[in-house]
């Protein structure tokens, strides 16, 4: 149980063109759902948390007009990367929660690692 | 602050045992996740403590100490797929997992 899926896993796109990534709890409802991105060789870095049907909390220095994340209901996030640079190509990854407080781990999806060219 | 401290990276042998420590400090602390992650792909669940003591789990184990706000990973009879980075998180008043850069695990044969 406690499976998070990732569309697409890997995306090649042009500059300035938009990204549009889903995640997806396939068998439990998410809380909330995070996003992370994640450059070679470095730790993740949390970009924000979203909740379902709330705006999503950005964390410093992540443009929230730039990434837009949509948590659309309990088992659907999508993190969209607008006007995609070169500077955007990183790993990202989502995970989601099952619950609030408590026992509270994260599962991750597969990650999808976007290459802008 | 909220900061993790793990070694950058360690190498130990096929067979071996290796201990991974990590020092945190959180604002508030609702338990400590260790995950492993290989290069290129996402991280997987390994353990979880939240109270005081030793959880073990098949060839890993991972070890709390609140009071000290230290936390241990152990892995036993390495295997050459032991290979990744581990990443301990502990979890804020705001049930937040804090992570830290991991620590990247070389088993050589």
């Known amino acids: 149980g406690a499976v998070v899926s990732q569309h697409p896993s890997r995306v090649i796109c042009k500059s300035g063109t938009s990204v549009k990534i889903e995640c997806r709890s396939l068998?439990?409802?998410?809380?909330?759902m995070f996003w992370y991105r994640q450059f070679p060789k470095q730790s993740l870095m949390l970009m924000a948390t979203s909740n379902e049907g709330s705006k999503a909390t950005y964390e410093q220095g992540v443009e929230k007009d730039k990434f837009l994340i949509n948590h659309a209901s309990l088992t659907l996030s999508t993190l969209t990367v607008t006007s995609a640079h070169p500077e955007d190509s990183s790993f990202y990854i989502c995970?989601?929660?099952?619950?609030?407080?408590?026992?509270?781990?994260?599962?991750f999806g597969p990650g999808t690692r976007l290459t802008v060219l | 602050g909220q900061n993790i401290d793990q070694p950058t990276e360690m190498t130990a042998t096929e067979g071996a045992i290796v201990q991974i420590n990590c020092t945190y400090q959180?604002?508030?602390?609702?338990?400590l996740f260790w995950y492993q992650q290989h290069a290129g792909e996402a991280p997987t669940f390994l353990s979880y403590n939240v109270l005081d003591g030793l959880e073990e789990k098949g060839r890993f184990s991972s070890f709390l100490s609140r009071s000290k706000g230290y936390s241990y990973l152990l892995l036993k009879e390495l295997q050459m797929k032991d290979s990744a980075s581990y990443l301990c998180a502990p979890s804020d008043s705001n049930y937040q997992l804090i992570w830290g850069a991991g620590t990247k695990l070389i088993i050589k044969p």
């Open positions: 995970s989601a929660q099952p619950e609030v407080g408590g026992y509270n781990e994260q599962f």
């Open positions: 959180t604002s508030g602390f609702n338990g």
């Open positions: 068998d439990f409802q998410a809380t909330t």
